[in-house]
Every structure is written in C-alpha cells, then in structure tokens.
C-alpha cells in the first residue's frame, strides 16, 4: 500500500524558515516523480514544486520561485521542502503526492505563517 | 498556465439520483505523448483529496463504478450515479499536461 507522511509543519513569523519531509512507503520512491502542492483555508488546490527522478529537473510555481527549494533522497525514501521567506499567503496544509499526475496523496502538514 | 474552469460550483442532488460536473480548460489537454492528463479528485470534509478517475475516464483501484469520467480535448465531465451521502464533499479536476492545475472545485450536498 502507498504511504506518504508528511512532517514539519508548525507556526513561524513571516520572514522564517520551515523544511517540510515526506516518507513515502509502499512503493519505489526512486521510479517517480515526486510533487507538493498546498491548499490554502477555504481555497482550492495549489501545485507548488516538482522534481524528477534523479532529481535532475525541478520545477516551481512562480509564487515560491527563488523561495523553496525542493529535495529528494532516494535512499531515504524521503521528499522534501525548504521554504525561505515565508510569507502570510503561504499559509496552508502542504501535502505531497506521487508522481506529476499526483496519483496519492499524503494526508499534510499545517503550516502558517503568522507574527 | 492552463486555467481550469468548473461548473455548477455547487450541486445539491437528491440521495439515489445523479450529479454532472463540467470542467473546460483554456487549452488542449492532449500531451506530445498522445495522453490526455485529466484527473479528477473528490475531498470530504476535513480529509485530503483523493484521486478517483486518471486520464479522463480511468478509475482508480478501489473507486466504486458509479463515478464515471469522459470528454477530450478540452471539455470534461465527471458523472456520479446513484448518490450516496458519503459522495458529500467538493469535487476537483486536475490538468497535468502541463504543470498541474485545479479547477475551482464543485461542492456536492444532499437536497
């Protein structure tokens, strides 16, 4: 069975730093691409990043570019998400999901963005 | 950026009768590959969304048969047949042809 869980979330001041992980279980995290996506309060799905295989190509939403940076380890089983510069708008659940059809779904971390 | 576009936003149906949801996107959603990357996911209250159909009619391993997708190119639709109360939630296709988007989501209720 797929398992993703993720982990890192919590309350931090606009301007500061989080790293979001995902375990993933059930499956050969190395044979897909790996996405995040975020959904704010009340608001729709957002895709924010997604990263190959290898990790050789990464894609960003433009509203986190130069701000998050996402990371695989293979060997770890583990996705995972540096956000810089926090901003109140990126208050949200973020949860990752498999593959860039995002086929399973983790069950999200809260993070917000507050002072 | 692909623009996902649903309709109704909100459909209240009667338990046992059925509910139709329209999604357009502002462009073609047939890959170089030849696939059309057209998803749709269900999200009950308070739980992550869960993908129920791929690639426009495929169902998922588990998803019961009454949900139904079809369409092409860029008009899409997402048919549930004898609703049941646990189908209550908000309904959300999804394009990954290009970087994934999401449509505006349709709340579905029972009258």
């Known amino acids: 069975e797929v398992q993703l869980v993720e982990s890192g979330g919590g309350l931090v001041q606009p301007g500061g730093s989080l790293r979001l992980s995902c375990a993933a279980s059930?499956?050969?995290?190395?044979?897909?691409?790996m996405t995040w996506v975020r959904q704010a309060p009340g608001k729709g799905p957002e895709w924010v990043a997604n990263?190959?295989?290898?990790?050789?190509?990464?894609r960003y939403v433009d509203a986190v570019k130069g701000r998050f940076i996402i990371s695989r380890d293979n060997a770890k089983s583990s996705l995972y998400l540096q956000m810089n510069s926090l901003r109140v708008e990126d208050t949200a659940v973020y949860y990752c999901?498999?593959?860039?059809?995002?086929?399973?779904w983790g069950q999200g971390t809260l993070v917000t963005v507050s002072s | 950026d692909i623009v996902m576009t649903q309709t109704p936003l909100s459909s209240p149906v009667t338990l046992g009768q059925s509910a139709s949801i329209s999604c357009r996107s502002s462009?073609?959603?047939?890959?170089?590959?030849?696939?059309?990357?057209l998803s749709w996911l269900q999200q009950r209250p308070g739980q992550p969304p869960r993908p129920l159909i791929y690639?426009?009619?495929k169902r998922f391993s588990g998803v019961p048969d009454r949900f139904s997708g079809s369409g092409a190119g860029r008009d899409f639709t997402l048919e549930i047949s004898r609703v049941e109360a646990e189908d209550v939630g908000v309904y959300y296709c999804?394009?990954?042809?290009?970087?994934?988007?999401f449509g505006q989501g349709t709340k579905v209720e029972i009258k």
């Open positions: 059930g499956f050969t995290l190395s044979s897909y691409w």
């Open positions: 990263i190959r295989q290898d990790g050789g190509e990464r």
């Open positions: 462009q073609s959603l047939v890959h170089s590959d030849g696939n059309t990357y």
């Open positions: 999804m394009q990954a042809t290009q970087n994934p988007t």
């Open positions: 690639m426009i009619s």
């Open positions: 999901a498999r593959g860039l059809t995002a086929d399973s």
